[in-house]
């Protein structure tokens, strides 16, 4: 009888535990995040974003196609400029990810798929791609940006190779600064696992613009409360000093130029 409450027991925690490690599992940001960047001609907007759609259409019809999220520069970069975000857990993943060429002949046929092609390349001035890793220790407030936040603010950081890993200590502080003093934020950080090297980013997930207009927690007084006035001090100069090259960039979502879920095979 003992023997069968303890296993009762154990039956009921794992059956009260599976669903909170489910909804962390759903919730935490992706380990790696591709980000393309693509500029293009102002001529060929229209072009280009028909070449998205139907490249999307495409996605939808081709089982292992992996979620992209298209978003749009807004504020504070070049016009005309879309960033692409594909996540991915690990890189055996990408085996999954279908060849491009392939998956437009397939869905188009050859004449098709070749037009397509054309007009892509016709119509993009200039194209980078990086991955960046998730920095759970640097991140606020994370979850996973499912259904996908309206706006996003980017700030891209490249740092003084020499100041990283005391940058990356003061971020990690900073995130604990900012739990510890309520800030609501989910402040998503990332550092470059391929491309420039010491360069990270943090996004901002803002579903409406009048979230910008709440105020947030002063960062000097959250660090000062928290670390002492001298420690406080000595982290925001790591923090200024250790960055080369700041860049933020507030972009909107564009729903329809996005392939926001894995396809998976109908059989």
Excluded at 14 to 23: D, T
């Amino acid at each position: 009888m003992r023997n069968r409450r303890t296993l009762a027991a154990g039956i009921l925690c794992v059956l009260a535990f599976s669903p909170l490690a489910q909804a962390q599992t759903q919730t935490k940001p992706v380990q790696f995040v591709q980000l393309t960047l693509t500029t293009i001609r102002p001529a060929a907007v229209a072009d280009y974003e028909d070449f998205l759609k139907k490249l999307n259409a495409a996605r939808d019809k081709t089982p292992g196609a992996p979620a992209v999220l298209t978003y749009a520069v807004n504020l504070g970069g070049p016009g005309f400029t879309y960033y692409a975000f594909t996540g991915f857990e690990k890189w055996a993943d990408r085996d999954k990810f279908p060849n491009f060429g392939d998956m437009m002949t397939k869905v188009y046929g050859q004449a098709e798929a070749t037009r397509l092609q054309k007009v892509q390349r016709d119509s993009v001035t200039q194209t980078r791609s990086e991955v960046f890793a998730y920095t759970a220790d640097a991140s606020l407030n994370p979850k996973n940006n499912d259904p996908p936040a309206a706006f996003m603010n980017l700030q891209r950081n490249e740092l003084q190779p020499e100041m990283a890993a005391a940058y990356a200590s003061a971020m990690t502080k900073i995130k604990t600064a900012q739990e510890k003093a309520g800030d609501k934020r989910t402040i998503i950080r990332r550092n470059s696992v391929q491309g420039l090297g010491f360069t990270n980013y943090a996004v901002t997930l803002i579903d409406k613009l009048s979230d910008r207009d709440v105020p947030n927690p002063n960062l000097g007084e959250s660090l000062r409360k928290l670390y002492g006035d001298s420690e406080a001090a000595q982290i925001q100069d790591v923090a200024n000093r250790g960055i080369r090259n700041r860049q933020q960039i507030f972009l909107n979502y564009r729903a329809d130029l996005s392939h926001p879920k894995v396809t998976t095979s109908s059989n």
